[in-house]
Every structure is written in structure tokens, then in C-alpha cells.
């Protein structure tokens, strides 16, 4: 039993809805007790979908249990078949029913129904969405894909976008047009948008392009061992990472264009002078662990800031993110309690936080700006616009999406110049965001000590200290601090603070 | 006594019930935490269940809006399931640290799930076990939220109903008012009931846990919620004596209300109409404006809150508007009997759900309005239709006088949205 406040995953039941209503043509009858609907509104509410998800719901209650709760279970069936007419249908248990253990596979076996009849067995009790839906879609894959000759031309089937997902609508244009301009031909995009007809046709495609591991992994090496066909490591989030995608993709299909690069923007973008204040501010990233790995290499190497620390929140990928957390020189924070989360934020009290919907709220509380790089996602993560941020459009949104919630460039300079001046003060806030900024929270800012060590601040450095802009001054407390500990120095002073000042001067 | 006629060609009471059982698109019982922490202000509602719930909890909440809120899901694992003796251990643990964590909490409510009844994990028990342990500070209550047992706003009622058997006994004669309230609407409510000289009036559920609610043999109960049918039977059971009438939705469900129990108090007539005439006049009139777009449409409720059967009678009579369906998830005559008795005959009325025949009938009727959850929305504003999302209801201070307008108003504003958008080419 573990007490748990906000969760970052739901049920993998959630999961396998989410490869349901991105399919079209695909049923879910799920053995369910009234009030597990709720799930209906992340997908017409959160997403704004104008359709209820595909999903039948046997709707139990406490007097059905002594009863016949299997003959529920056919009934709801039957009677999904007949309204909806699917060309196949997913069935399975949410955790309840689990409990009861009626079987719904082995109960939809003996309906003698004409569509195929997928059972799902997903743990509810030891696994998670993401785990839901990537199960999902491998059973749905193994079970329908056919063996076939590949296509004459070039095509790749793209694997993993689901609904529900972090900007998945848009990726999955943007690289179906990147690899459109590569010519190749994308032969089968799942699940979003797939009929279950289109995932017969799988291995007819050369390769796989894998875009999203959390949800597509399984599929996509069941493909590589079943239909020989392999699939791409790289996700394409950021100009380096598309880049190497594009070659990765090249060397898989053996198609040698290069797409048209003439729109990506982010390389200039981040070398024009404006973005200079941009260098080392420090980031921490939190979310899952393919886009909190894109987004490290994209902070660090595309924006030039400094990565303060990352992790996820899904432990079937901690492996390679603690991998790279170690290339990176930090620790890696691989956790689903949102209390850690936080706890390492204000710890670390980085400039900005990439993360999820949690860590805006934690930044909210903080007063550290943050921009939301994954799912879990809310109704704002569905822009109307095109907004990807894969491949080289990609590229240009995420420029603009860790720029924006930063004071801008010239701004910062100006703060700088005008320190405490009445108009440009700490409580003023960047000026771009049209409402009052709420004031950072002194959290960040209250004297603490490192461990074992009683640092006093003298009131003529604390009033100093006031000064420097907020944005920077939780790091100038912490160096300083942290130089006065290491010369076992116990009162600040004002020269204390520059000596730190000018020890920590990049 | 203020008299509110029922309809000239009759009301609804005796009209044929349309009991359906299926597919429901509706959220359980553990949903009513959500603003049931917000009232009680020193209770901790701790859920025995699974991932679902959290998730539910979660979603159904919105946002994360407080850090640390007070709920939370204590999640069965794997292991809990295997054996129940390590379940109840599990159990303190949890309890312990996060009491010992947040000092600040009076009551603790063990709220069952769909995974705890199935798996026969006894929360009484395990509460009775808590209070002894955590006595005096913190007293720890059960009752259950699970879907298989309780539909959306049930939760609160097995709440309050719950909370009844531990409430002190009284031999006072005192006025007990049923039903979470938000505090601004509640404060308006002892206001008018003060004005009549009816005292002293007890809160179910109180603010805090040392506040003065007691009952006994000549407590008279009045529910403010149209959905406490098992607080109703709990405070019924304990003694007290109900009395019925319409809800205090609108102009003449609040007159009707109070005057139940001004009548029950022996408010004379002159000092009813003294304390209530300039704010009814208010209420009609806030109430006009929003019925420009109102009347003459027609209206279409799923089962929801429990509350449909009321603002039916609301948006018919004050409002001007015609229902073609009236669905709520149970129908108690006792509770809901004066309420249909004001309805005006016509729509069908229905108990229960199978929503895709619902749909169906939705589409055929092709309503001005449909009342339903957040789940089908937007798909019926799709197909079309235009939607009210019943939640809100449910959240919004929209009882009493001073909220007849506002309540009114939740209802104009899709229909007056709709007129004012172009979203098509001038020509």
C-alpha cells in the first residue's frame, strides 16, 4: 500500500484507451464498474475530441457481484458488436474486475463473434498507463499484422502516437512530411488514425520509425524479430537529434536525399546575440523519459543552458536516462512521487523547470518559470495551432517554448542595469506575460545554511544580496554560501559576496 | 404560509417511471471528496483503492490545485491483495505517518473503493481500531465512494450519513440543516433562517469537528440537497424528524423551503413576507434576466447529480423552459416527491441509465439544452447540441436567493454563446 496524492500515470487501462480511441474501426469492451466513465473526459474534455472513445463499459454494481457479473460482461458485448459494428475488438478488465476474475478474453471467445476478439491482461495492481497502452498496441500488432512482400518504393510505417499524447497529432505530420521530402512514403502510421485493416499491412513497410518508445516499443521490436524489420533508436526532438535521425533513417532504408531544411529557424535563433543571456541558466527537466532525454540534449546543446538535473517518472526507461544523467554530471531522480519532485526542485532551485503539467504547479508554487516538454498533459498542452516539436519545425517551437516563460533578453540587461530601480524591480516580473507575474517566493531565497555549517549574513550583504535581480539571485545565495562554507567562513559580508561573485565568474 | 401552486394540469409524481439499467456515464461517490474537503476544514478523506482512483480523483479535480491537498489514495498493491491481515498493517502505517505529518487534522475519513468492497477489506473496523489509537485528537469514520455502490453525489450522503451515529445526543429542539454548502451560500442561509427567529440552526456537515452539531428526539432535520437519502435514514434512525419540501433552488424553491420550516417553527405570516419579500423580489429579477434566452427551449437531462429532478422544476416554472427528459441516477419519493409534484407534466421521467439508448433519444429530441456529464458534452456539441456541464452544478454556489440568477445563468450562457458566434463565412 503506498499513499500517493497526484499520480503521473493512470491505470494501464487508460493506456489501452488511449491506442482505442487514436484507432478507428477498434472497440474496447471493458468490464468495469460504474464511475471508471470518468476516463471518458481526459479524451473529450483534455484533448476537446468531438467523439466518446470507443469504449463499452460493463457497468457493475455491488448487487451484480453475487449474481452473474460474466453474463453482464457478454450482454455489454453483444450489444457493442451489434451498435458499433467494429472491424475488431479489444476486451479486458480494469482493476476491479480484475478482482472478480471473470475472464473477459475467454468470455468473448465463446460469443462466436465474426471480428477478431484481442484480449488484453493488464495488471492493474503492479503496472501503469504507459505500460497499458504499449501493451495494447504490441497485442494488437502481433495479432493482426500479416506476413506480406515489402512495398517497391521506400516506406516506413510510423509507430507509437496514441491519443491523449503530448503533442503527438502534430509530430506525426511533421515527420511524415520530413520523410515525405526524404521520398519516402509512410505505409502505415499506428495507432493513431490506424484502422485495424491498416495494421495487417505493417510489414509491408521497410522500416519502422519508432517515435514514441513509451507506448511503441514492444510493437516495434516484435516487428524487427517477427517481419524483419528494423526501427529507429532516435527521436527526432531537436535539430541534433533530427539530424541523426535523418541519417539513421537513411541508413535504414538506404534512401540518401536530404529533406528541405530551409524553415529550421533554431540555429540561428540561438546564436543571434539577443540570446545570449540564454548561457548557463541552470534547467531542471522532469517527465518521461524519451522527452526528458531529447530535451536535455536540446538545453544543453541547442540553447546552451546549463542542466541542473533530470529524471522520469517511468522506471521501465531509468536505465538509459541514469545513463545519460551521467554523462551530464548529475544525479538522476527516477521517482512517481511528485513530494520528491519537488523537494529536488527546491533543493537545486534551478532558473527553469522542463517538465510535465506537476512541475508547473510546483514552479507555480516556487516562482520558477516553467515550460511543459510532456505528458501528463491538460486541456493547454492541445493547442489549436500547429505546434510540433519534432523534426525541424519542431526545432523551432521548443526555441520558443523555453524562451518564452524566461525573462527576455534585452529585459534581463535592463534589470541588470537598473537593479532596484522603482520600475524595473524584482516584483515587476517579465513584462511580456501581461499580468503581474506572481513574486518568486523568498523559499528559494530564505537562509539555509549547508548542513553543519552556521553561515550568518551580515545585514549590509543581506541587503546587497536584495539587489541582484531575482532571477539570479537564489544562485548568487547558494554560491555564496557555498564559498564562505568551503573557507569555513560563518559571517557574510558584502565582500564576501563578491569574492564569491568573482570565484564563480564564467 | 407562502404558497407555491403546483401546475394546473398536474405535476409529475405519479407519471410512469422509465427505469433503465446499462451502460452509466457517470463518476462515483469518491468524486464528492473533492469539495467535501474544502467544507470540512480539519478532515483528511483517505481512499483505500486502486490507481483508478487516484487517477479519477485527479482528473475529475482538473488540476493539482493544492499542493498538498487533503485527500489522498492509499493504493492497493500486489502484496495487499495477497493477504489481509498485512493489509489493516499496511493500513496504519500509512494512517500514522501521514497524521503524524499533518497535525492539523481532526477527522479522518476511511473512504472504501470498488477494489476495498470486493476484496472485503473491513474499513469499520479498521476505523474503529484508528479512533482508539489516535483518540482524542483525530476521530477516524468510514464509508464508502465505490462505484458499485454509490453514484457521484451518493459519496456525500454515505459521508454525512456516516458522521450521524458519532454526533452527541441533544434534548434540545434545534433545527439541523443536511447538505455541504459553500460557506458564502451557507452564511446566507442562517442569515434568513436567524431573520426568522428559527434557532438554533446545526450544520451537517460542521466546518470543524468541535463545532456544536448534536441530535436527538426533538432535533427537526431539514436536507438542503437533494441527494442525502441515506443521511435522510441515518438522521431519521437517530431520532430526528425530517421536513419535506421542494429544495432551495430558485425563487420558489427557497420560499418553499423555508417556508416548511418556518411553518414547522410557527413563523407567523407577516414576519415570513417581512424577511423574505425583498430578496424574492431580487431573485425574480435576476432570475427575468436570463430567462430572456431561456424561454421557450427545451431541455434534456442525463442522470447525474441527483439534482435534475429539482432544477427541472427550476427552469420550468421560473424559467420559462420545457423539459422533453428528466433522468437522475435514483428517484426517492420522499425526497424527490415534492419536487415532482411541482414539475409540470410532459417529460419523460427516467431512473437509471443506458446511455447509448439515452443518446438516442437525446439525438431524436434534438433539445435547446441538454444537462449531461462532462464525458458526452462534447460530443452531443458535435452532433449539434448545446451542453451544459452538470458538474458545475454541482460546484458552483447556485442555492438560496441571492444565487437564483447565477443559477439561472449557468443555463443561458451555452445558448447565449451560441447566438453570439460567427464562425461561418458573412455570406
Known amino acids: 500500500m503506498k499513499l500517493s496524492v497526484w499520480t503521473y500515470e493512470g491505470p494501464p487501462h487508460v493506456g489501452a484507451m488511449r491506442v482505442a480511441t487514436a484507432m478507428k474501426g477498434l472497440h474496447y469492451v471493458l468490464h468495469a464498474p460504474q464511475g471508471d466513465t470518468y476516463a471518458d473526459l481526459l479524451f473529450t ?18 448487487r451484480d457481484l453475487g449474481a452473474d457479473t460474466a453474463g453482464l460482461f457478454k450482454s455489454a458485448c453483444q450489444e457493442a458488436v451489434d451498435r458499433f459494428a467494429p472491424e475488431a475488438i479489444i476486451v479486458g478488465a480494469s482493476c476491479t474486475a480484475e478482482l472478480i476474475q471473470d475472464d473477459p478474453g475467454g468470455l468473448a471467445e465463446t460469443m462466436g463473434l465474426s471480428i477478431p476478439v484481442i484480449p488484453l491482461e493488464l495488471p492493474s495492481y503492479q503496472r501503469k498507463e504507459c505500460f497499458g497502452a504499449d501493451e495494447t498496441f504490441y497485442q494488437l500488432v502481433k495479432a493482426l499484422a500479416r506476413p506480406q512482400e515489402r512495398t517497391a518504393r521506400p516506406t516506413v510505417n510510423i509507430l507509437g502516437p496514441t491519443a491523449l499524447g503530448f503533442r503527438h497529432r502534430d509530430d506525426v505530420e511533421e515527420i511524415t512530411g520530413l520523410l515525405a521530402d526524404m521520398g519516402i512514403e509512410v505505409n502505415v502510421c499506428a495507432p493513431l488514425n490506424a484502422r485495424p485493416a491498416d495494421l495487417a499491412r505493417l510489414p509491408a513497410a521497410h522500416a519502422n520509425v519508432l517515435l514514441y518508445p513509451e507506448t511503441g516499443e514492444s510493437a516495434a521490436r516484435w516487428l524487427e524479430k517477427e517481419h524483419g524489420q528494423p526501427y529507429t533508436k532516435t527521436v527526432p526532438i531537436g535539430v541534433g537529434a533530427t539530424r541523426d535521425f535523418i541519417a539513421e533513417v537513411q541508413s535504414l532504408t538506404g534512401v540518401t536525399t536530404q529533406p528541405d531544411a530551409s524553415r529550421l529557424r533554431l540555429p540561428w535563433w540561438s546564436a543571434s546575440v539577443d540570446s545570449t543571456y540564454l548561457t548557463g541558466k541552470r534547467v531542471f527537466l522532469f517527465g518521461d523519459a524519451t522527452h526528458v532525454m531529447a530535451m536535455a540534449r536540446v538545453a544543453r546543446d541547442e540553447m546552451g543552458f546549463e542542466v541542473a538535473g533530470m529524471g522520469c517518472y517511468n522506471r521501465e526507461f531509468a536505465r538509459p536516462l541514469r545513463k545519460m544523467a551521467k554523462d551530464y554530471g548529475v544525479e538522476a531522480l527516477i521517482t512517481e512521487d511528485y513530494l520528491d519532485v519537488e523537494a529536488e526542485i527546491e533543493r537545486l532551485a534551478p532558473e527553469m523547470i522542463l517538465g510535465t503539467q506537476m512541475e ?25 495551432r500547429y505546434s510540433p516539436v519534432m523534426g525541424f519545425e519542431g526545432a523551432n517551437v521548443l526555441f520558443d517554448t523555453l524562451v518564452h516563460p524566461l525573462v527576455m533578453g534585452l529585459e534581463e540587461h535592463l534589470l541588470h542595469m537598473f537593479r532596484e530601480d522603482f520600475e524595473f524591480h524584482d516584483d515587476a516580473g517579465p513584462s511580456h506575460h501581461g499580468a503581474k507575474a506572481t513574486p518568486r517566493v523568498e523559499q528559494a531565497d530564505t537562509p539555509e545554511a549547508p548542513a553543519g555549517v552556521t553561515v550568518t549574513w551580515l545585514p549590509a550583504a543581506e ?9 539570479v539571485r537564489g544562485k548568487a545565495r547558494r554560491n555564496t554560501e557555498l564559498f564562505a562554507a568551503e573557507r569555513g567562513t560563518s559571517e557574510i559580508s558584502v565582500d564576501t559576496l563578491y569574492e564569491a561573485k568573482a570565484h564563480y565568474a564564467r | 404560509m407562502t404558497h407555491v401552486p403546483p401546475p394546473p394540469q398536474g405535476g409529475c409524481r405519479s407519471a410512469p417511471v422509465l427505469k433503465e439499467r446499462g451502460q452509466r456515464e457517470v463518476f462515483c461517490g469518491l468524486t464528492g471528496i473533492i469539495w467535501l ?9 483517505l481512499v483505500v483503492g486502486s490507481r483508478t482512483c487516484a487517477h479519477l480523483l485527479q482528473s475529475a479535480a482538473g488540476v493539482m490545485i493544492f499542493a498538498e491537498p487533503r485527500f489522498g489514495t492509499a493504493i492497493l498493491e500486489e502484496t495487499d491483495l495477497a493477504g489481509m491481515a498485512d493489509a489493516h498493517a499496511e493500513l496504519d502505517r500509512e494512517v500514522a505517518r501521514l497524521l503524524s505529518r499533518r497535525p492539523d487534522i481532526r477527522q479522518l475519513f476511511l ?15 479498521a476505523a474503529e481500531r484508528l479512533t482508539q489509537e489516535h483518540a482524542p485528537h483525530v476521530r477516524v469514520l468510514n464509508y464508502s465512494g465505490s462505484g458499485i455502490e454509490t453514484t457521484f453525489t451518493e459519496g456525500e450522503d454515505a459521508c454525512l450519513a456516516a458522521m450521524v451515529p458519532v454526533l452527541p445526543r441533544t434534548e434540545a429542539r434545534e433545527l439541523l440543516v443536511a447538505g ?25 456537515p460542521a466546518r470543524r469537528v468541535d463545532e456544536e452539531t448534536a441530535i436527538g428526539p426533538n432535533t427537526v432535520f431539514a436536507l438542503a440537497q437533494p441527494f442525502l437519502g441515506e443521511t435522510h435514514a441515518a438522521l431519521t434512525r437517530a431520532g430526528a424528524r425530517h421536513i419535506p419540501a421542494p429544495f432551495p433552488f430558485g425563487e ?17 405570516k407577516d414576519r415570513f413576507e417581512e424577511v423574505t419579500a425583498a430578496p424574492r423580489v431580487r431573485a425574480r429579477k435576476a432570475v427575468a434576466a436570463a430567462a430572456e434566452t431561456l424561454s421557450g427551449k427545451s431541455a434534456f437531462f442525463f442522470p447525474d447529480s441527483q439534482m435534475e429532478i429539482s432544477l427541472a422544476r427550476f427552469l420550468t416554472r421560473e424559467c420559462g423552459m420545457n423539459a422533453t427528459e428528466v433522468a437522475q441516477p435514483y428517484i426517492r419519493d420522499a425526497l424527490h416527491g415534492p419536487e415532482l409534484d411541482l414539475l409540470p407534466a410532459g417529460p419523460r421521467i427516467a431512473e437509471g441509465q443506458d446511455v447509448d439508448r439515452q443518446l438516442d433519444r437525446a439525438l431524436a429530441d434534438r433539445p435547446d439544452l441538454t444537462i449531461c456529464g462532462l464525458g458526452l458534452a462534447n460530443p452531443l456539441e458535435a452532433e449539434g ?3 451544459k456541464w452538470a458538474i458545475e452544478l454541482v460546484f458552483t454556489p447556485v442555492h438560496f436567493y441571492e444565487q437564483a440568477g447565477d443559477l439561472a445563468a449557468l443555463f443561458a450562457r451555452p445558448l447565449r454563446r451560441k447566438e453570439r458566434l460567427r464562425l461561418e463565412a458573412a455570406e
Open chain 1, 360 to 384: 508547473r504547479h510546483i514552479g507555480k508554487r516556487l516562482g520558477i518559470p516553467c515550460a511543459v516538454i510532456s505528458s501528463p498533459v491538460h486541456v493547454q498542452d492541445f493547442p489549436a
Open chain 2, 111 to 125: 473512504v472504501g473503493s470498488c477494489p476495498s468492497e470486493v476484496i472485503k477489506l473491513d474499513l469499520a473496523k
Open chain 1, 463 to 471: 541587503k546587497e544580496l536584495k539587489k541582484i535581480p531575482f532571477f
Open chain 2, 252 to 268: 420558489e424553491g427557497t420560499t418553499a423551503w423555508l417556508s416548511a420550516i418556518a411553518a414547522e417553527f410557527g413563523v407567523s
Open chain 2, 37 to 45: 474537503h474544502r467544507k470540512m476544514q480539519d478532515a483528511f478523506f
Open chain 1, 45 to 62: 474534455m483534455i484533448e476537446r475530441r468531438n467523439h466518446r472513445p470507443p469504449v463499452t463499459y460493463t457497468t457493475f454494481q455491488a
Open chain 2, 385 to 387: 447540441l448545446t451542453t
Open chain 2, 180 to 204: 455541504a454548502l459553500p460557506d458564502v451560500v451557507e452564511d446566507q442561509m442562517m442569515g434568513l433562517l436567524a431573520d426568522l427567529g428559527i434557532g438554533p440552526v446545526r450544520l451537517l
